[in-house]
């Protein structure tokens, strides 16, 4: 495609104008063409340092939770050997030849019950009423023993029901103060700090008072037979506190009477609701302080968008780092349309151009410089004589898309000519 003449001045709006060197232009909005987008291999090169370290974080991350996963078990758990743990007392009670099993069921707990077992019930505040049931009837019926840690509340009035509880106990190592062997035998021993019992039962038997209250409670059996221990703390039972005093011995002898002992951890997986379950959503899981973990965030990532947001003003004028002359301009802007095959675009612009031009010269209103009607016959009026096929007025301005390039700079010539004309008549 040809390029127009370099006299012309019928570019678009935005093309610097022929006045000169050092005349002021508007600014850019944004710099087009300054900086290229980022190819994979550049991509992979920035992120491959933060993505090496996120895969040796979590690979280390995976290593330690499988290193530590056979021993974190939760409190009073006798395979834990962390400090809240029942870990030591499990292998001494091996070393005398009674069996644990650990349960987290309470029908399993139930079913495994008898003569020749102990049922240790860690938590029994945790149990729902079929859980309490089943425990219940363990009781009632296995003839074996059943150890309670610290129950309260429903856990309390149903698993014994004529006993009570008396505040806390302030003291933390206790003496005997009763004639159980198993409390002689082990002496002074960390049994306070915990619950104190009451109970008008005939037959039971209180240990380790304080104030007048006991914290280790046996009752006595059923028609049955067996029996039920009631402990106001677990402290005799946490591996780090079972070398203290006579803990060990009083632990010993409470839970291995029998050769075979079942250790009842209630978990809540075993806690079906005293009703039908209700459904709920995922967010009535999620714990409240998270909302306002989360209010927080976004407080903070407003404050940061507000910092960090830059304020565009008004465009500004700027004297431009060289002069560029109009018709190198325009000669610029013809290539592009050349190499961009926008014939339509370059025609349509020099028409536009010519038709404001000859619409000022034939006294033609700017307002009616695009109508057909109006300015042809205006221009016509001007003419010396009628122009040649092809070159009348209306087809030169309001005319087709040329069809090739060559047409393209025929129609540039022809809309010089005819200015001129119109100029000269």
């Not at 060990?248 to 809540?268: D, H, I, K």
């Not at 002069?323 to 190198?328: F, K």
């Not at 010519?354 to 109006?374: F, I, S």
């Amino acid at each position: 495609m040809g390029t127009a003449p370099s006299g012309r001045t019928d570019a678009p709006d935005t093309t610097p104008d022929a006045a000169g060197p050092g005349t002021p232009a508007p600014r850019r909005a944004g710099r087009a063409g300054t900086s290229a987008s980022l190819t994979p291999g550049q991509l992979w090169r920035r992120a491959r340092g933060l993505l090496l370290g996120l895969a040796v974080l979590l690979v280390a991350a995976v290593a330690l939770a499988g290193l530590q996963a056979g021993d974190a078990h939760g409190r009073l758990d006798p395979r834990s050997a962390d400090r809240e743990g029942s870990r030591a007392l499990a292998q001494l009670l091996k070393q005398r030849g009674v069996t644990t099993r650990v349960v987290t069921n309470a029908d399993e707990a139930a079913a495994a019950a008898g003569p020749g077992t102990t049922l240790l019930v860690t938590d029994p505040d945790l149990l729902g009423a079929p859980q309490r049931r089943a425990v219940r009837s363990a009781i009632d019926l296995s003839g074996g023993r059943t150890v309670l840690v610290a129950p309260t509340g429903p856990a309390l009035a149903e698993l014994a029901p004529a006993v009570r509880t008396s505040n806390f106990a302030h003291q933390r190592d206790l003496d005997p103060g009763c004639t159980l062997p198993a409390a002689t035998a082990a002496g002074r021993a960390a049994t306070g700090d915990g619950l104190r019992y009451t109970t008008g039962l005939p037959g039971a038997t209180g240990c380790y008072p304080s104030d007048g209250h006991p914290t280790v409670l046996v009752l006595p059996g059923t028609t049955r037979g067996g029996d039920t221990v009631l402990l106001g703390s677990e402290r005799i039972l946490l591996n780090r506190r079972l070398t203290e005093e006579g803990n060990a011995s009083l632990a010993l002898q409470l839970l291995g009477s029998r050769p075979e002992l079942v250790w009842y951890l209630p978990t809540l997986a075993d806690m079906p609701a005293d009703g039908p379950a209700e459904e709920q959503s995922l967010l009535d899981l999620v714990p409240s302080g998270w909302y306002w973990a989360l209010l927080q965030l976004f407080a903070a990532a407003a404050a940061a968008a507000l910092w960090r947001a830059r304020r565009l003003g008004p465009l500004v004028t700027e004297d431009l780092p060289v002069a560029i002359r109009a018709s190198e301009t325009t000669e610029g802007r013809a290539r592009l349309y050349r190499k961009a095959a926008a014939r339509d675009r370059a025609a349509t612009v020099l028409r536009a151009a010519a038709r404001e031009r000859l619409a000022a010269l034939v006294g033609v209103p700017p307002a009616r410089a695009h109508d057909p009607a109006a300015l042809a016959a205006a221009v016509s009026a001007r003419l010396p004589e009628p122009p040649a096929a092809g070159r009348d007025a209306t087809t030169l301005l309001f005319g087709p898309t040329p069809a090739d390039d060559a047409a393209l700079v025929a129609l540039a010539d022809h809309l010089d000519a005819l200015e001129r004309e119109v100029r000269t008549s």
